[in-house]
């Protein structure tokens, strides 16, 4: 017996020849299958021969519908255009581009969303027949890790060059105000007394901008201590009521149980009074402002890779407004120093950068959550100091703790404009043995429904562009679909942000960062609620 053409042949006439046809056939649709990146076969016209069920689910299209179609269906329609020039210049000169050698290019799922990822391609003969062979791996993930990487060094960067800085200029106002005072102690009369001491005054308004930029850079000398965020939040909250406008309501909500933190006690104060600043500009005439202290166990990758923090106990701290919110582009820029949306009237871009350089220099991080025309959310999160007794559902290793209730093959309709986020939230999902569907918006959400897609819950985010918020669309799905269960999430710390939202039904709102086994047991109940009838 001997192998021709990638199939094994007895002598003619024999049987062996179709059995290891078979075989050989179902060994490849198993190597297929079982393969964890995608892979998609085509001729050499581009017109796709065989998909794996990896890459029906990166595309989102069940894979009859990609089989006899070209794989310009995959790609965004720039890309498209060139690519049957791409392979007819291959196949008449041999020159590789993508083809033996792989490149990061991007694709194009069903809902016509675009994403990263990374394309190997090779080629053979089968029968005469030229097919290509391509392998797909999605890079959103490494993506979003490496964006955020390089926000962290820039930051970093900037902090290092700026410290620099700030060290040589406290030398010059060093000298500046030591001649100051020499000045004015030998005698200075009445006419130069007055620009003495301007002069001396604007030296020290300089060194107050060293020192914040110090911070920022992280080269400051922080005098921590072990302290309760409560008493410390209450004590600056009290002075700010009396400063910040009787048109601003300011709310609180502090846990009863809070572990202590190790931190600067007039850093914290300060850091906090500069947010809760930003909030009365951002919120203009009026609105309202939510202080919360809680403690956090980050226990779970899903968590950590949503607030890019280690795992581990903390304590956050977070301030909430209900003003303009911040576009894509200052939420990027927020904590660079000297970036400032307020430069007309005054502002001088440190605030935040200072804000963001002592919770790192303690040991902790800082998120940002924000929509435009609904708010913003900064969570400070510091590392909780243990003590005694410990919380009795944090005790233990993650691996002994119970694992979170699963699903029985239940669909969930995901809704989430953030690409990110909605791609976590599927796999979250999907690991909890729940079938998935997703939406970009509420609109696209509500369509899918209105055209009888089948769906047991629809986990929605609450605030998204277009004409349906996730509220909206709650309320919809609860008078022309009550057989739906709904779950809304959002990255606002209370209902100061989503007050304006509010309908007559009432919704419970996971909040943003939560944990699996929060998630779990949330879906658990709405689907117990469903079988109690």
């Not at 006899?68 to 041999?94: C, I, K, W, Y």
């Not at 149980?257 to 006690?265: C, F, R, T």
């Not at 709904?486 to 960062?513: E, M, Q, R």
Request: overall charge negative; hydrophobic content about 40%; aromatic content about 6%.
């Amino acid at each position: 017996m001997r192998r021709r053409g990638g199939i094994w042949q007895g002598q003619p006439g024999g049987t062996s020849a179709m059995v290891d046809t078979a075989t050989d056939s179902a060994i490849l649709h198993a190597i297929m299958e079982a393969a964890v990146d995608a892979m998609i076969v085509s001729d050499q016209s581009g017109t796709i021969l065989r998909a794996n069920a990896a890459a029906a689910r990166m595309f989102q299209f069940d894979t009859d519908e990609m089989v006899g179609q070209s794989v310009n269906m995959l790609m965004p329609q720039a890309l498209a255009r060139l690519h049957d020039g791409f392979m007819a210049h291959h196949v008449e000169t041999g020159e590789k581009r993508i083809i033996g050698i792989g490149r990061d290019v991007e694709g194009q799922r069903k809902d016509g969303s675009i994403f990263p990822l990374h394309l190997s391609v090779g080629h053979s003969q089968v029968g005469g027949t030229r097919i290509f062979i391509g392998i797909l791996h999605d890079l959103t993930n490494r993506k979003a890790t490496e964006d955020a990487l390089a926000r962290s060094q820039r930051l970093d960067a900037i902090g290092a060059l700026t410290g620099g800085i700030a060290h040589d200029f406290n030398n010059l106002l060093t000298v500046i105000v030591g001649n100051l005072e020499l000045l004015e102690m030998r005698g200075a009369d009445d006419r130069q007394l007055p620009l003495i001491k301007d002069a001396l005054e604007t030296a020290e308004m300089g060194a107050d901008l060293t020192t914040r930029l110090m911070v920022f850079a992280r080269q400051s000398n922080l005098k921590p201590v072990k302290s309760d965020l409560r008493e410390l939040c209450s004590n600056t909250l009290a002075l700010l009521k009396r400063t910040i406008g009787a048109t601003y309501h300011i709310k609180t909500d502090f846990a009863e149980e809070l572990d202590p933190v190790m931190v600067d006690p007039v850093q914290l104060q300060s850091a906090l009074m500069n947010l809760a600043l930003n909030a009365r500009d951002a919120m203009g005439a009026g609105g309202e402002l939510l202080v919360s202290v809680a403690n956090v166990t980050i226990d779970d990758t899903y968590m950590a890779q949503e607030t890019d923090i280690e795992p581990g106990d903390y304590v956050r701290l977070s301030v909430s407004d209900n003003g303009a919110g911040m576009n894509l582009e200052a939420q990027r820029r927020a904590f660079e120093p000297f970036f400032t949306t307020k430069a007309e009237s005054g502002g001088t871009g440190l605030g935040l950068a200072m804000v963001y350089g002592f919770v790192r220099q303690s040991g902790g991080h800082v998120t940002l959550y924000s929509e435009l025309g609904m708010g913003t959310s900064f969570g400070l999160y510091f590392p909780a100091v243990e003590h005694e007794p410990s919380r009795n559902w944090a005790e233990g290793d993650a691996k002994d703790r119970p694992a979170p209730p699963t699903g029985n093959g239940e669909t969930i309709l995901i809704v989430e404009d953030n690409a990110r986020v909605r791609k976590l939230s599927l796999e979250r999902i999907r690991d909890l043995g729940f079938e998935t569907l997703e939406a970009e918006t509420a609109d696209q959400a509500y369509e899918m429904l209105q055209n009888g897609v089948q769906v047991d819950v629809v986990f929605s985010d609450l605030v998204m562009p277009g004409a349906l918020n996730g509220y909206d669309l709650a309320t919809k799905i609860v008078r022309e679909f009550p057989a739906i269960k709904v779950l809304l999430t959002s990255g606002y710390a209370s209902d100061v942000v989503t007050g304006a939202l509010s309908h007559d039904v009432p919704f419970d709102i996971l909040h943003k960062p939560y944990r699996q086994s929060e998630l779990a047991r949330r879906l658990q109940a709405l689907l117990a609620g469903v079988s109690d009838g």
